[in-house]
């Protein structure tokens, strides 16, 4: 009855590769989104999805891709890893979009290490 | 420049003190504030939330204030427990629409027994 799910839990690739991490919500929620918490612990967004709609996109490079195949499930896909990808990425879900507002709900995380 | 400072990275208190986390933020005007809570290898956790025109707000053994003049927030744990040891997030809520919460880098509370 896990309410947002990630998987994989870690992930180490090399440099180079492409990867996916998946994220699935059970709350019945509209809005989900993808955060990188890095080294210094900061967690920044990088993209929130709302009804299936990308409605934020922060200045990600453009080898990160989200997909949101339904308002259940939100996708990360990393093209030609670069050693800095190296954090843990959290998905979240909340049930009205950013700037309504709402508390958010995260999943476990996927910790991805680049070598 | 927007900043968001949590001025604590660590805090050590003892068990059955009050523990108080400091967040700052420059050049932001929130409309709310949220706290949350990060243990090792998982996703933050909600706690509490307070409005802009709200001076305190408590939760159990949980106190949050938000001064707008100052541009600060107080996060009180009474009574703590070595259960609360963790690390605590704030995050600025500007209610503005496709606008994202902005978290502060936490602060990593200690309760020893």
């Known amino acids: 009855d896990t309410a947002v799910s990630q998987t994989p839990k870690y992930l180490v690739t090399q440099m180079g590769n492409d990867k996916s991490i998946k994220c699935e919500q059970n709350?019945?929620?509209?809005?989900m989104y993808w955060y990188k918490q890095d080294s210094k612990k900061f967690l920044k967004i990088m993209f929130s999805y709302n009804n299936k709609e990308l409605i934020i996109n922060e200045t990600v490079p453009n080898r990160f891709s989200p997909k949101s195949p339904d308002k259940a499930h939100l996708n990360l896909h990393i093209n030609s890893l670069e050693l800095g990808d190296s954090a843990v990425y959290f998905c979240a879900s909340s049930q009205n979009p950013p700037g309504v507002l709402d508390t958010q709900y995260f999943g476990p995380g996927t910790r991805l290490t680049v070598l | 420049s927007q900043k968001i400072e949590q001025n604590s990275e660590a805090l050590n208190i003892q068990e059955g003190k009050t523990a108080t986390l400091t967040c700052n933020y420059t050049n932001y005007s929130p409309a709310y504030l949220q706290w949350y809570r990060q243990d090792p290898g998982r996703g933050p956790v909600f706690l509490l939330l307070i409005r802009e025109n709200e001076k305190e707000k408590r939760k159990e053994r949980l106190k949050v204030t938000f001064d707008t003049t100052l541009k600060q927030s107080l996060f009180h744990i009474t009574a703590s427990q070595p259960a609360d040891s963790a690390t605590y997030l704030c995050a600025l809520d500007m209610h503005q629409a496709g606008t994202a919460l902005i978290f502060g880098k936490g602060t990593t509370l200690s309760v020893s027994s």
């Open positions: 709350l019945g929620h509209d809005t």
